[in-house]
């Protein structure tokens, strides 16, 4: 079955630490990486995106993900988190270009000042 | 650009009661989503329209959820009878097209059925 996981579920840093969320997904056909991120009271939002070409992707805010297609995985990075970054992180992916996304559970980050 | 809007924001309702959503997307997408998101879940794609077809609705409970897009533009999701296990946010997402463009999300409408 089509599925996506994510390694962590919660995740707490403090300031200027490094991040990595990681996730992978099941092999079903050809795939389209997402990472959404939601801040506490606020509606979903696109992070990064991966559709082909360079495997490494980089997004807003300084966020980057990496996809390794022989390990079905597309972890995310930050190489210094703030305060502001505490949110929910949520890898999404599209088989074979079929529009529906299927989500990990969630990673929620932390970051204390 | 205006985003995608849902109403209402929070729902509460007893068990047995019917519910309605309403999501207007983003205007000149033509694909619409609505997702389920329990508490601690990902959400969960409950149906896809293209227009005012429908693409995907393979995990709408059909015995209770219904939802249609008419005209292509606004859509509703509707919940008859509603269960406990219906307490979730209901998300609604649009695109301008189905296969990769990203899907913008609306704020949510929280449901709680008592």
């Known amino acids: 079955a089509q599925s996506v996981s994510q390694h962590n579920h919660h995740v707490i840093l403090s300031e200027a630490a490094s991040l990595e969320l990681g996730c992978n997904y099941s092999?079903?056909?050809?795939?389209?990486l997402f990472w959404y991120v939601q801040y506490p009271g606020q509606h979903l939002q696109l992070l990064l995106k991966y559709f082909s070409g360079d495997p490494l992707v980089k997004g807003i805010k300084g966020f980057e993900a990496e996809f390794i297609k022989s390990k079905f995985s597309f972890n995310l990075r930050k190489p210094s988190v703030q305060w502001s970054d505490t949110a929910e992180y949520f890898c999404?992916?599209?088989?074979?270009?079929?529009?529906?996304?299927?989500f990990g559970q969630g990673t929620e980050l932390s970051v204390k000042p | 650009e205006a985003g995608v809007a849902q109403s209402p924001r929070y729902k509460i309702i007893e068990k047995r009661q019917s519910v309605a959503f309403w999501c207007n997307p983003i205007?000149?997408?033509?694909?619409l989503y609505w997702y389920q998101q329990i508490l601690g879940q990902g959400p969960k794609l409950l149906i896809q329209?293209?227009?005012?077809?429908?693409?995907?609705d393979s995990q709408l409970p059909k015995d209770r959820f219904s939802a249609e897009r008419l005209k292509g533009v606004d859509s509703t999701l509707k919940i008859q009878p509603a269960k406990l296990e219906d307490s979730a946010v209901y998300l609604c997402?649009?695109?301008?097209?189905?296969?990769?463009?990203?899907?913008?999300f609306g704020p949510g409408t929280r449901l709680t059925v008592l």
């Open positions: 205007s000149g997408h033509a694909t």
């Open positions: 329209f293209q227009n005012n077809g429908v693409v995907d």
């Open positions: 997402a649009s695109s301008f097209n189905r296969d990769t463009d990203t899907q913008y």
């Open positions: 999404a992916v599209i088989y074979n270009q079929g529009g529906k996304l299927i």
């Open positions: 092999y079903g056909g050809t795939v389209n």
